[in-house]
Structures are given as C-alpha cells and as structure tokens.
C-alpha cells in the first residue's frame, strides 16, 4: 500500500456461512395457527432467520410472530401430532423462554401444549426433539429406547400445558415415556446405533387416495421394525448421505406448512 492511501488493519473477519439452509426445519416452525419464525441461539445462524422471513414473505406465506431475545427456538424440536396437541423439546437448542412466547403470545392454536424438557442430557447427538423421538402416524411413534424407558441420564420430562380462558396453564409433569404410554402410542424402539444411523428422523407425507399412510425414511432398518408394530401404509427410503454427512436428515430438511385433507 502507497503512502497516499487510508491504511487499515484486522484482527477477524467474522462470516455467517449459509450451508445450513439445507435444513429448513430449524429456521422456524409451523403451528396449527400458522408460521412462527425461531431464532437461534448460535450468534452465526441468526441470518438464517432474518432471510427465511424475507422468503416466506415473497412466497405470500403469512407470518404471525417471531421468538424474541433471550427465546431461543429451532424447529427440529417442535412436533405437532394433532389438532389437539404438539411438542416442543426444550434443553441444548430450544429454551423455555421460547416456549413461554409461544404460550403468551397465542402462537400456537392446540388445546394442549407439551414441553419436553431434557433434564441432564444436553448432548449434540440429541439436540433436537426430533433426533430422539418422531411419529410415524397418530398412533405409533419411533423412540429413542432409553429416553422411552425413562432412563434417569437421559430423562425427559413431559410439562402439559392446558389452554384455558385465562391462557395455558401447567396441568401435570411426568417422564415422557410415561406419558407416550398414557397417550396409548405404540413406540418402536431405536438404540443408539439406529439413532446415529438417522433411524428415527424420518417424515411422515401423509395418506394416499386409501387412506393408508406413507412415510419417508433414510434409514433401511426402519420399514421393518414399524411394519413389525403394526404399520401398513408404504414406506419409501432413499439413501440420503449426502444430506447426512452435515449432520442432518430428512425431518431436518424439509419444512411442513399445511396438511391436505382428503
């Protein structure tokens, strides 16, 4: 640089890499009320956002609320199984903060609302709700097996929320393989093998003109181990790794607005 010119220096140049837009599950979340943008608690995601609210906008999809300082919420932990109810996994990625703006604001549009609250694990394998636990159809869900046996290292507890004219309020607190029993769910258990081979993330894709369900998986064991608890509908796997190797899968990479109903 010539004398006559402005120097400057640096010591960082920080950068808020957007590869993992791939996983459009995390950015925000879809609830029985409609579309609610998250917000990430890694400082270097938040653009991720800012630019799904620009596109959600471009695409006419209406937005009707955002997760403000200090919520924290990512997608991959909110799990909607009915018009009656939906889950949020609360603990490395998602906090109750978030989950108490989803109540006081009325995003949500259930009667009851469960916050699945990782007491002591907090590990990166099981960051979301969704790497632990997911539903194949409104009767049987895939789990992780000691998660569902209420194992007290990786103990979820279920807080159910009831919403009253007053706003939701606190109804019970139990383990959460607990109250998948007391929901009369079927649960197909995965090991820890299974759930870091992305056993247990896979998507649900509705009901075919029969009414049978069909479900998408990336993990070969899976069509065997749920036709051997009952399920009948199609099962379509695929191989997926190069989605997997930036540690993710199919729930992570697909984002659901609405249902259809036939």
């Not at 996994?89 to 906090?95: A, H």
């Not at 109540?103 to 699945?116: A, E, N, P």
Request: aromatic residues 8%.
């Amino acid at each position: 640089m010539d004398d006559t010119s402005t120097s400057f220096s640096y010591d960082k140049l920080s950068i808020a890499p957007l590869a993992n837009l791939t996983f459009t599950r995390d950015q925000q979340i879809t609830t029985a009320k409609g579309l609610v943008i998250g917000r990430f608690g890694a400082p270097q995601r938040r653009t991720e956002n800012r630019l799904m609210e620009h596109v959600w906008n471009q695409l006419g999809v209406p937005i009707i609320g955002t997760i403000d300082p200090p919520g924290c919420l990512e997608g991959g932990d909110f799990i909607p199984l009915s018009a009656d109810v939906c889950l949020l996994g609360v603990g490395l990625r998602t906090n109750v903060e978030a989950a108490q703006q989803l109540m006081q604001k009325d995003l949500l549009g259930t009667r009851r609302f469960v916050i699945v609250e990782d007491l002591y694990d907090r590990d990166q394998q099981r960051m979301h709700l969704d790497t632990y636990f997911n539903v194949v159809n409104e009767h049987l869900c895939v789990c992780l097996d000691k998660v569902m046996e209420d194992d007290h290292n990786f103990a979820r507890i279920a807080h159910e929320y009831v919403r009253t004219e007053k706003g939701y309020v606190l109804e019970t607190s139990m383990p959460f393989g607990e109250w998948l029993k007391r929901e009369k769910f079927t649960v197909v258990p995965a090991t820890h093998k299974q759930q870091e081979g992305y056993f247990i993330n896979l998507l649900h894709l509705g009901k075919d003109d029969n009414g049978k369900d069909r479900v998408f998986t990336i993990n070969p064991e899976v069509e065997r181990a749920i036709k051997e608890h009952g399920f009948d509908g199609k099962v379509f796997n695929i191989d997926f790794s190069p989605i997997t190797t930036m540690y993710g899968g199919a729930h992570c990479a697909s984002q659901v607005l609405r249902q259809a109903h036939k």
